[in-house]
């Protein structure tokens, strides 16, 4: 076996290689790392290892391969990206990173890869430089370039690459959105060669790398068929592709996020003006996006979910209870969705249960749909889904529960329905199985009440739909215990949740701050604002959607109920509207989109228009009302305040678990980091002043809270 000098920081070498029979078998395993990252260090081992295969005589081809079980590569090495102190140093950093994959690609002796595992970003632009790649047809190889969620663009020759190997409109489809794919869809979209077991992936890698050392090439012909050929084949059909992901760029990033439109023009100049000139543009749009504060932001994010994954969510954790069948109490609309995301995430057995069969049979279609839509996009296979499927199952009986390492109930939200339930369902519970509570109001250590044993019952509060949205709190109670909280996380984990443990108080974390809410819609609409200015500031400030149709998404009975919660917790700040708001409209059978009218109308599952005639039920009249600027900073300060009110009180454990929970939780724009990060832009000195004095014309509800005066005072910051 061959190795390069290790570098002085790493022990071990990361590049090794055999010749034998005329076949380099290289193999890239960073062993002081539990993933492949192409870093500097690794590149001039890369260089190294090259230039001996390219003076080995011996040597007519080379396979390329990962020593990680699960892993490729996972990309760049970000921890050296963040480090980049100017827009120059970051262009060179991707010039060099170019350099050497121009190197690969015009290696004289041809290369063929072999994937398996994570084959992302950087770690897919070398698979592309390479000239034939095999990759295994396991869930875990996921192959992509997700640099645009990071604010970057693929820089190692990915917006060259991809789309001259793709097509245009496949390659611009990819690197817009950041998208990974699993192996069969790269491989019908042309991202790889050949689609391949695990068992088998060196012999037939090592296979394609002993026929081209034998002279053979592979001819590939553009994906696509005809409509491919016609949109990306010639000009005028390229043209069009191009104008249509400009198009659907701007509507989708709003103009709040650069790297998606750098991105494209890194194709576009590229394709027009050949691969060198493309590549210098690309090198250039990367050094003006990675000092840019949006990247940052993004990187920052990416460093908190990567560090929640690997936070057990107490100090001293003893290890989770794994998890093997799940009990599920309430099969209606949160209990079903946790049942399939359940199945199709973490493969457990799900036992249901419900008043009676007939919602037992609906949930578990509901459950089941969760499963089908998998199943339409191609995620699972046929065979997958009759698996999982047959995973699922319920009565109207707690049978099978005493097998349930983990039960979470889901049923009507009411402190006696759930302690009955819970005295139920620890008769037939195993000894250390854990009760879980979906509540979004009720205290846990309250439910708690009802059992033997209050160290095993614990909140987990999932967002509706549960399949789609990201974050579960994990709510312990007065007694809880540590086992019990990282048995929580863990499973919550294994559903693909980042998962933030808070504080068992009042609307917990994410409801807590967005508690202001409802009732500045109410003040703001008295005072003459329009349903649309309320919610077009806030999808301009870059949330996904305004504040208006949030609540219609959330339900106007749900957020009544929630709403009143708050009121009589924190009733000197949250301080509701005259008149009877949001229960007027529920009174009027105004659910929001569930019952296809709200502040907006729905038909056909979209959103219409809003329903004029909610003003009248309000009992206000849209007259101009204050000036757009102060609609958003009235609820966006108002959400900032309860936030480091919260955060001082302890509800989250740190700044970052806050962020991560509205940004997860409720779709805070990424790019500005999240309320708590927000404030430290604005500086607390600022946010103190204006809160004050927006506290002078509309009261108390703003009045700046200690923590956020104590900073104003201090100089300082909730980030240090
Ligand atoms: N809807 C949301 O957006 C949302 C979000 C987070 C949390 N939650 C919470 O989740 C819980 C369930 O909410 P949902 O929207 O799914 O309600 P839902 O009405 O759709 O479902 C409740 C289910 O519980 C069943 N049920 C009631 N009593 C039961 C009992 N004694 N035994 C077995 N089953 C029983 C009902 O038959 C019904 O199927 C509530 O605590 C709610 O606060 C809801």
């Given at each position: 076996?061959?190795?390069i000098a290790?570098s002085?920081?790493?022990?071990a070498?990361?590049?090794?290689?055999?010749?034998d029979?005329g076949?380099?078998t290289?193999?890239?395993?960073?062993?002081s790392?539990?993933?492949?990252v192409i870093?500097?260090?690794?590149?001039?081992?890369?260089?190294?290892?090259?230039?001996?295969?390219?003076?080995?005589?011996r040597?007519?081809?080379?396979?390329f391969?990962?020593?990680?079980?699960?892993?490729f590569?996972?990309?760049?090495?970000?921890?050296?990206?963040?480090?980049?102190?100017?827009?120059?140093?970051?262009?060179r950093?991707?010039?060099?990173?170019?350099e050497?994959?121009?190197g690969?690609a015009?290696?004289?002796?041809?290369?063929?890869?072999?994937?398996h595992?994570?084959?992302?970003?950087?770690?897919f632009?070398?698979?592309?430089?390479?000239?034939?790649r095999?990759?295994?047809?396991?869930?875990?190889?996921?192959?992509?370039l997700p640099?645009?969620?990071?604010g970057?663009?693929?820089a190692?020759?990915?917006?060259q690459r991809l789309?001259r190997?793709?097509?245009?409109?496949?390659?611009?489809?990819m690197?817009?959105?950041?998208k990974?794919?699993?192996?069969?869809k790269?491989f019908?979209?042309?991202?790889?060669?050949?689609?391949?077991?695990?068992?088998?992936?060196?012999?037939?890698?090592?296979?394609?790398?002993?026929?081209?050392?034998?002279?053979?090439r592979?001819?590939?012909k553009?994906?696509g068929g005809f409509?491919?050929?016609?949109?990306?084949?010639?000009p005028?059909?390229?043209?069009?592709v191009?104008r249509m992901a400009?198009?659907?760029?701007?509507e989708?990033?709003?103009?709040?996020?650069?790297?998606?439109?750098?991105a494209?023009?890194?194709?576009?100049?590229?394709?027009?003006?050949g691969?060198a000139?493309g590549?210098?543009?690309?090198?250039?749009?990367?050094?003006?996006?990675?000092?840019?504060?949006v990247?940052?932001?993004?990187?920052q994010?990416?460093?908190?979910t990567?560090?929640?994954?690997?936070?057990?969510?107490?100090?001293n954790?003893?290890?989770?209870?794994r998890?093997h069948?799940?009990?599920?109490?309430?099969?209606?609309?949160?209990?079903?969705?946790i049942?399939g995301?359940?199945?199709?995430q973490?493969?457990?057995?799900v036992?249901?249960?419900d008043?009676?069969l007939?919602?037992v049979?609906?949930?578990?279609l509901?459950a089941?749909?969760?499963?089908?839509d998998?199943?339409?996009?191609?995620?699972?296979?046929?065979?997958?889904?009759?698996?999982?499927?047959?995973l699922?199952?319920?009565?109207?009986?707690?049978?099978?529960?005493?097998?349930?390492e983990l039960?979470?109930?889901?049923?009507?939200?009411?402190?006696?329905?759930?302690?009955?339930?819970l005295?139920?369902?620890?008769?037939?519970?195993?000894?250390?199985g854990?009760?879980?509570s979906n509540?979004?109001?009720?205290?846990?250590?309250?439910?708690?009440e009802?059992?033997?044993?209050?160290e095993?019952?614990?909140g987990?509060?999932?967002?509706?739909?549960?399949?789609?949205?990201?974050?579960?709190?994990?709510?312990p109670?007065?007694?809880?215990?540590?086992?019990?909280?990282?048995?929580?996380?863990?499973?919550g984990r294994?559903?693909?949740k980042t998962v933030?443990?808070?504080?068992?108080?009042?609307?917990?974390?994410?409801?807590?701050?967005?508690?202001?809410y409802?009732?500045?819609?109410?003040h703001?609409?008295?005072?003459g604002?329009?349903?649309?200015d309320?919610d077009?500031m806030?999808?301009?400030?870059?949330?996904?959607?305004g504040?208006?149709?949030?609540?219609?998404?959330?339900?106007?009975?749900?957020?009544?109920?929630?709403?009143?919660?708050?009121?009589?917790?924190?009733?000197d700040?949250?301080?509701?509207?005259?008149g009877s708001?949001l229960?007027?409209l529920v009174k009027?059978g105004?659910l929001?989109r569930?019952?296809?009218?709200?502040?907006?109308?729905?038909?056909?599952?979209?959103?219409r228009?809003v329903d004029?005639s909610?003003?009248?039920?309000?009992?206000v009249h849209?007259?101009?009302?204050?000036r757009?600027?102060?609609?958003?900073?009235?609820?966006?300060?108002g959400?900032?305040?309860?936030?480091?009110?919260?955060l001082?009180e302890?509800?989250v454990r740190n700044p970052?678990?806050?962020d991560?929970?509205?940004?997860?939780g409720?779709g805070?724009p990424p790019?500005?980091?999240g309320?708590?990060?927000?404030?430290?832009?604005?500086?607390?000195e600022?946010?103190?002043?204006?809160l004050?004095?927006?506290?002078?014309?509309?009261g108390?509800?703003?009045?700046?809270?200690?923590?956020?005066?104590e900073?104003?005072?201090?100089?300082?910051?909730?980030?240090?």
């Open positions: 076996m061959s190795t290790p002085s920081t790493r022990t070498p990361a590049v090794t290689w055999d010749v029979d076949i380099a290289v193999v890239l395993d960073l062993k790392q539990p993933v492949n870093s500097r260090a690794v590149k001039d081992e890369f260089l190294a290892c090259f230039a001996a295969l390219g003076d080995d005589a040597v007519r081809a080379v396979a391969f990962s020593g990680k079980a699960d892993n590569i996972a990309g760049a090495d970000i921890e050296e990206f963040v480090k980049l102190g100017s827009a120059a140093e970051a262009e950093l991707a010039a060099d990173g170019q050497m994959l121009e690969v015009r290696f004289p002796k041809p290369i063929a890869v072999g994937i595992g994570a084959c992302l970003g950087g770690g632009e070398f698979a592309l430089a390479c000239h034939y095999v990759a295994t047809d396991h869930p875990k190889t996921q192959i992509g640099e645009v969620q990071l970057i663009l693929p190692a020759g990915g917006c789309p190997l793709v097509g245009a409109r496949a390659g611009l489809d690197i817009l959105a950041g990974t794919e699993r192996a069969a790269a019908r979209l042309g991202m790889v060669d050949e689609l391949v077991p695990p068992a088998i992936l060196a012999e037939i890698t090592l296979a394609a790398a002993r026929r081209m050392a034998g002279g053979w592979p001819r590939r553009r994906p409509v491919g050929f016609l949109l990306d084949g010639n005028l059909g390229r043209r069009l191009f400009r198009k659907q760029v701007l989708r990033t709003a103009g709040n996020y650069p790297a998606p439109p750098a494209l023009e890194a194709v576009a100049y590229g394709l027009r003006h691969m000139e590549l210098r543009r690309e090198a250039q749009l990367f050094g003006q996006l990675a000092v840019t504060d990247s940052r932001k993004l990187v994010i990416f460093f908190a990567n560090q929640l994954k690997k936070d057990p969510g107490v100090a954790a003893p290890p989770a209870v998890v069948r799940l009990g599920i109490i309430g099969s209606g609309f949160m209990g079903s969705g049942a995301t359940a199945v199709a973490a493969e457990v057995d036992r249901m249960k008043a009676d007939g919602r049979a609906q949930g578990t509901a089941r749909a969760i499963l089908d998998r199943l339409k996009r191609r995620r699972i296979t046929k065979y997958e889904y009759a698996r999982l499927v047959a699922l199952s319920g009565s109207d009986t707690y049978a099978g529960f005493g097998r349930a039960t979470i109930e889901a049923v009507f939200e009411d402190l006696a329905v759930k302690q009955e339930v005295r139920e369902v620890a008769q037939v519970l195993p000894q250390d854990v009760f879980a509540t979004s109001t009720i205290p846990i250590t309250r439910i708690a009802a059992a033997h044993d209050p095993r019952v614990i987990m509060h999932f967002f509706s739909p549960v399949a789609k949205m990201p974050l579960l709190e994990v709510i109670g007065a007694r809880t215990s540590p086992q019990t909280i990282s048995t929580a996380v863990a499973f294994r559903l693909g933030i443990v808070v504080q068992d108080s009042p609307g917990f974390w994410v409801n807590r701050i967005l508690a202001p409802p009732n500045e819609v109410g703001l609409l008295a005072e604002a329009s349903i649309e309320i077009s806030a999808v301009r400030f870059g949330f996904p959607v504040q208006v149709t949030l609540l219609d998404e959330v339900g106007l009975d749900v957020a009544v109920k929630v709403a009143g919660v708050m009121q009589e917790a924190y009733g700040h949250i301080i509701p509207a005259p708001g229960a007027a009027a105004r929001g569930k019952s296809g009218r709200g502040f907006y109308i729905y038909k056909g599952g979209k959103k228009g004029e909610v003003y009248g039920l309000l009992g849209p007259n101009g009302g204050p757009p600027a102060e609609i958003l900073q009235r609820l966006l300060l959400m900032v305040n309860e936030a480091a009110r919260a001082g302890g509800v970052r678990d806050g991560i929970g509205a940004i997860f409720f805070f790019f500005r980091g309320p708590l990060r927000y404030a430290d832009d604005l500086g607390a600022r946010v103190v002043a204006d004050e004095r927006l506290a002078e014309r509309h108390v509800r703003f009045t700046p809270c200690e923590v956020l005066q900073h104003a005072r201090q100089g300082t910051k909730f980030y240090s």
